[in-house]
């Protein structure tokens, strides 16, 4: 069994895991009981378990806990609370762009990372950075993408 020690959503952690390919969707949910990123493939291909490692997007389904220790990881939870919504996720409440939510860790945390690095974007430009070439598919089962690209273009007007 081996310690991997990992920085999540600004809290310091050791695990203990037994196979160093064990995915990092699973030490987030299993033994830090965080429950935003969600299992939806298991092959990388929906998008629902995303989170970002050092502000990037990726997908924790895929992603091994040897490839993430001493990285900082941030889930959907470490973006904002219930009471004290980041922005981003408040714009996805105010354009009713959740539905069931269980996919929302894939537009939340990809438009976030990329509105962070491209603050005012456009609704094309958003659109182009989400699309399956550059994001990977990001699956909503209750068709709310248009709502979901409204949320993004909201938030991406009110960055500075």
Do not use: W
Not at 23 to 45: D, W
Not at 47 to 56: E, I, K, P, S
Not at 71 to 98: K, R
Not at 141 to 149: I, V
């Amino acid at each position: 069994m081996s310690a991997y020690s990992l920085t999540v959503n600004g809290g310091s952690y050791s695990v203990d895991v037994d196979d160093p390919t064990t995915p990092l969707l699973y030490i987030l949910q299993e033994n830090l009981k965080l429950n935003g990123p969600k299992f939806g493939c298991g092959l990388g291909q929906c998008g629902a378990c995303t989170v970002l490692l050092d502000g990037q997007p990726i997908r924790s389904c895929i992603t091994a806990i040897s490839d993430s220790a001493g990285h900082q990881v941030t889930t959907i939870e470490g973006l904002g609370t219930l009471d004290n919504p980041h922005s981003i996720q408040q714009a996805f409440i105010d354009e009713q762009a959740m539905h069931c939510g269980y996919c929302l860790s894939g537009p939340v945390m990809y438009g976030y990372a990329y509105i962070q690095q491209n603050p005012k974007a456009t609704r094309d430009q958003i659109l182009q950075a989400l699309s399956e070439p550059v994001a990977g598919q990001l699956l909503c089962r209750c068709h709310a993408h248009s709502r979901m690209l409204n949320a993004l273009v909201r938030y991406s007007q009110g960055v500075a």
